[in-house]
């Protein structure tokens, strides 16, 4: 017999009588009375606990029911007492009270008898306009979180925002709004003018003056025709479009091969400064439409 350490890993069901549990278990057992020396004699012992006093003032209100009710009955027989007293009118603070709201949503306070109290609060203030931490207000809840929550505008509705501003012409608007149209999900514009031209009679020179025009919106790179152009517009936008720059995109093959010497030559740079040059290609966005996302996480 060879005795070795080992691991295992067991799954067994078992019944922890936590302090909690067996506290709850203990207080099952007694009675009223005694429940209630024992929260005396807790409150007593923990400063820190405090008696809710919401409990209290209803067992007060039932004790004091219980006093007048017992005070009524005693003094049937004195008639000069109940004289000047009218037993069909409750006073104030005998009407119960009961909250409803009406066809328009609006709060509306009767009592047991049908009578309406009105929306009117106690010394003439409305429930309505109470706040919520007025004491008294029904309304007053803070909104839910997806009413908080702002709207992002879309790619659409931020470039027509731009156009607006930009053309005055109703025509070349027109165009604009056709062409913002048909920018697709990556922010490109792939359609052909010439058949834009087409469909909208106009010439193709007007169409390429407003395409021009909408890529110089936010976001750089946008309507673009092509990867290259749309690295292009950017690097204009950084002020970092010169002939080295135009050089490299117009070798962008060159780049995918990984034929960096032969693109250096193109560029007419040594390794050093065509290593930051790509490294300033990598850092612009190939897809400027996908900020403008409207997708929301779930919770």
Sequence with gaps: MVLAPRLDQRQSQSLVMTPQLQQAIKLLQLSNLELTEFVEQELEKNPMLERDE????????DVASEDREADGSASD?????????DLD?????????SRELDAEGDNTFTNDSGSDLGRDGPEGGSYADAGPGSG????GFPPD??????ETPSLREHLIAQLGVELDDP?????GRYLIDMVDDAGYVTEDLDLVSDALGCDVSTVEAVLLTLQQFDPPGICARNLRECLALQLKDLNRYDP???ALLENLEMLADRNLSGLATACGVDAEDLSEMVMELKALDPKPATRFDQAVSQP
Excluded: H
């Design 244 to 246: 080295c720059m135009e």
């Design 77 to 85: 027989g004195d008639g000069s007492a109940l004289a000047d007293i």
């Design 171 to 175: 025509v070349e608007r027109m165009i």
């Design 145 to 150: 979180m997806e009413d908080t929550l702002s």
């Design 89 to 97: 009118t409750p006073t104030a603070a005998e009407i119960p009270v």
């Design 136 to 139: 008294g207000g029904f309304d």
């Design 54 to 61: 919401g409990d209290r003032r209803d067992e007060d209100s």
